[in-house]
């Protein structure tokens, strides 16, 4: 095979990656780490109508374990720009990325909605840019709803989860949290609250205000501790 055509075939092999996954990998002198986009709305048991913009959980998860796998990834950076979506698909993504050996830093470009808010903290490291929002509120459900507490304490116990492990990953108070998912001033019509970039570093929910150099600068620094 020519020098030509090998560059071709890992053009395309890139370009089926990124339209598959919204992923690359980035190869450079300080080190390989894979760059995965979790944007639109996080598609989980069900499937969402084909004009809504979705990230799939099933594409997602088999390729996280493969870069925590591959001797040759140094490293992990996940780009979100999401507004929430289903809480499971959500949930099961940010433990996988949580529970990763390999240095992981995330940037919330846009936003990092809802259920974006555990995917934001579960890197090691986590970036915002100024102008990105996160909206923290209670857990929300659709469908028929059985008027009984069961189906109450359910409901809550999942919104447990979540807080858990926001708290668990990030720098804010459980305290802090619960007063910010339960505001009644922010959201017109609605429970919750709006935080903009530097408002996310302030409460302690996302490590440092950044742009897409800050957070390939940190995953470098990362990849080259773990070398050693």
């Known amino acids: 095979m ?42 989980g048991h069900n499937v969402l109508p084909s004009q ?24 992990l950076l996940v780009i979100l720009n999401t507004v929430g979506g289903d809480i499971e698909a959500g949930l099961a993504i940010a433990e ?9 830093v995330s940037l919330v470009l846009g936003g990092g909605h809802s259920i974006g808010v555990p995917l934001a903290v579960s890197a090691d490291v986590s970036f915002i840019v100024p102008s990105a929002t996160m909206t923290i509120h209670p857990v929300r459900t659709s469908g028929t709803i059985i008027g009984v507490p069961q189906m109450f304490n359910y409901l809550y116990k999942i919104q447990d ?3 858990d492990f926001v708290v668990k990953h990030s720098n804010i108070e ?19 609250t709006v935080l903009f970039g530097e ?18 600068n940190t995953l470098y620094e990362l990849i080259k501790k773990a070398k050693k």
């Open 161 to 163: 989860r979540i807080i």
């Open 174 to 192: 459980r305290d802090d949290l619960m007063e910010l998912l339960l505001e009644t001033d922010e959201i017109a019509n609605d429970v919750g």
């Open 52 to 75: 809504t913009k979705t990230t799939k959980y099933e594409h997602i998860l088999p390729k996280l374990i493969s870069v925590e796998e591959n001797e040759k990834i140094d490293g």
């Open 2 to 43: 020519s020098e030509t055509e090998n560059k071709d075939e890992i053009l395309n092999e890139e370009y089926e990656g990124i339209k598959d996954l919204g992923g690359v990998e980035i190869d450079n002198s300080k080190g390989k780490f894979f760059c995965i986009s979790i944007i639109g709305q996080i598609e």
């Open 96 to 104: 996988v990325i949580a529970g990763m050996k390999k240095p992981t």
């Open 199 to 216: 408002e996310a570093v302030e409460c302690g929910i996302i490590d440092k205000v950044g742009g897409i150099s800050d957070a390939c």
